[in-house]
């Protein structure tokens, strides 16, 4: 099998040279690394061309690296049921660098571009639709990228005397607490409250 994914990869990377940076293979699956700017005629060989025939599209989705200077993964995740092989494709983008819409190919690709826009703020250029679709209306930010904070911004809840659900900014009951996640074998590096009474226990029963 790898031997065959081995092959399918040269013949894209031949076919696409300028485009594409490179393949690899792991736990049996191909994944191709393109340049953003080539994304539709890398989806357009991988769909037409007759040694790949990816006709499906099964996923879209993104991966936040905050510390690179692009920071953002767009992974696509194709099927070829004529061959019965899998394909994963990855470009490179920034918070300010749109990505071309596959959607003229691929109409699938419809409500992924949209969720990847969500959750992680990268627009597609030429979708139709390009607004939100999981999140709510007038929602701030984007849950999926690495800063967004845990708690989130707003709070929504049933309100009985409103009788509509309303909305407040995040207030939180207590403070975030500190863990320094060392072996619990060993302790913590600070006191918690409450552990003075165990020392004073402990050396009540040993004396």
Not at 47 to 55: G, N, S, V
């Amino acid at each position: 099998m790898d031997e065959t994914l081995d092959t399918l990869g040269r013949t894209i990377q031949d076919a696409l040279a300028p485009s594409i940076k490179g393949y690899g293979i792991a736990h049996h699956e191909l994944t191709v690394a393109g340049e953003a700017r080539d994304i539709v005629a890398i989806m357009r060989l991988l769909r037409d061309d007759e040694r790949c025939l990816f006709w499906n599209i099964v996923d879209i989705t993104a991966v936040d690296w905050p510390g690179r200077e692009r920071r953002f993964d767009v992974v696509y995740h194709l099927l070829s049921p004529k061959h019965n092989v899998r394909v994963c494709v990855k470009i490179e983008t920034d918070e300010n660098t749109p990505v071309a819409s596959i959607i003229e190919m691929f109409p699938g690709a419809d409500w992924f571009e949209r969720e990847t826009y969500d959750l992680y703020g990268i627009v597609f250029t030429g979708h139709p639709d390009m607004r939100r679709l999981l999140t709510d209306y007038g929602f701030e930010g984007h849950p999926l990228r690495k800063d967004f904070p845990l708690t989130g911004f707003v709070e929504v809840r049933y309100d009985d005397e409103l009788k509509r659900v309303a909305y407040a900014p995040v207030r939180l009951a207590q403070e975030f607490r500190n863990f320094d996640f060392i072996s619990p074998w060993e302790g913590t590096d600070y006191v918690l409250p409450g552990d003075e009474k165990a020392g004073k226990l402990g050396g009540g029963q040993g004396s």
